[in-house]
């Protein structure tokens, strides 16, 4: 199967990050946005303003507001969006084709995964998880970066991972579309959680508490879905974890931080809040949980926060007062 032309559909951070990607790797690239407006002024100036300023794309990444088909389809609108966009694209287009899932989320309602939402829409596609630390602006300005690359058959995975890969983007290939899905939507939901540990002033020991039991959190509802843990040892696990649970640039981090200094999740969201996944995945995460029986006191205490149900202190008194229990 040929693997040379990519329509990364999504004109947001994340889907121009991985068009310039793509056409590092040597593809010929097409960036599916929303209008025409704004696909001929990315041609025009060879830079997506509203998205990532400043950085220039390749001239092997052309902007378009249409999607024609392609060999390798890339998704990068938000999570909750994905249903949305595959209802407006002919499943035809999409048949026999690998379709690579890059957001990292759950869907509201149904508590889906991406690919359990691409299984329903165009059920003859070949769906791949995409998921790892990676900053957009990171990836698009070339800056060294390693992600995970899940799909079910190994040899095709493999191709695909070798088709998308230069010199500084390297995907790894794995099969556990499951765990790397799952870890990429809960690492948004500690991210906030880890955030609100910094806007409340609780100290770095707090923030690595909940990295690592966040962490054995994130294992158990792998395992209860059906993936395997040792993925979360990965780039989709511990790498994201890590990166979104420390750093300020992460969008879902920012949220946290603006929470936990005491702020409600409501007013943050009409003061215009970059995209935050974590904010919407938080009470799906907290369903899903519970109708599997996953004991999950830190996405419940985060679903709380966000709801505006608790406060930080109640939240963290609760936490530390928890039956004392063995770590494993
Ligand atoms: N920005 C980043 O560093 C990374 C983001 N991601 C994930 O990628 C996903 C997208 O994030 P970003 O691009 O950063 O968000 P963004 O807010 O920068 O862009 C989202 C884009 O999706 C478009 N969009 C929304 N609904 C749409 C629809 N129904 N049809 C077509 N386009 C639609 C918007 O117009 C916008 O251009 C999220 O799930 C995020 O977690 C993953 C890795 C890194
Ligand atoms: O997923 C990301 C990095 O791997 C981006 O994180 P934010 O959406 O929190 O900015």
């Avoid at 998205?51 to 390798?72: M, N």
């Avoid at 799909?151 to 991972?161: E, K, V, W």
Wanted: hydrophobic letters at 50%.
């Amino acid at each position: 199967m040929p693997l040379e032309t990519v329509s990364v559909i999504g004109g947001g951070a994340w889907g121009t990050a991985l068009a310039q990607a793509a056409a590092m790797a040597g593809r010929s690239v097409t960036l599916v946005v929303r209008n025409s407006d704004h696909s001929a002024a990315i041609n025009q100036s060879h830079v997506n303003a509203a998205a990532l300023p400043g950085q220039v794309l390749l001239s092997q990444v052309v902007a378009s507001a249409e999607f024609t088909g392609a060999d390798i389809v890339v998704l990068a609108v938000p999570a909750q969006a994905t249903r949305t966009l595959l209802a407006s694209i002919d499943p035809a287009l999409l048949a026999g084709r690998p379709v690579v899932l890059s957001a990292k989320g759950l869907e509201a309602g149904t508590l889906a995964r991406q690919s359990e939402i691409l299984a329903d829409m165009a059920p003859h596609a070949i769906p791949y998880v995409l998921s790892g630390p990676s900053f957009a602006a990171d990836v698009a300005a070339g800056r060294p970066t390693a992600i995970t690359l899940a799909g079910d058959d190994a040899d095709q995975t493999s191709a695909l991972a070798t088709a998308l890969a230069g010199p500084s983007f390297r995907p790894y290939a794995a099969d556990d579309r499951i765990g790397v899905e799952i870890a990429g939507a809960l690492k948004n939901v500690y991210a906030l959680a880890c955030g609100a540990v910094e806007g409340a002033q609780l100290g770095a020991s707090a923030r690595a508490a909940l990295i690592a039991r966040g962490y054995a959190e994130m294992a158990r509802m792998v395992t209860a879905m059906g993936g395997s843990a040792h993925t979360l040892t990965g780039l989709a696990g511990l790498g994201d974890l890590t990166l979104t649970c420390t750093s300020v640039q992460s969008r879902n981090y920012q949220f946290g931080m603006a929470l936990g200094a005491g702020r409600a999740a409501a007013e943050i969201l009409g003061s215009g809040a970059k995209l935050a996944e974590g904010v919407t995945t938080a009470p799906v995460a907290a369903a899903l949980a519970r109708s599997l029986h996953v004991d999950a006191p830190l996405i419940d205490a985060v679903d709380a926060v966000v709801a505006g149900t608790a406060d930080i202190a109640t939240i963290v008194a609760g936490l530390m007062s928890r039956p004392l229990k063995r770590e494993h």
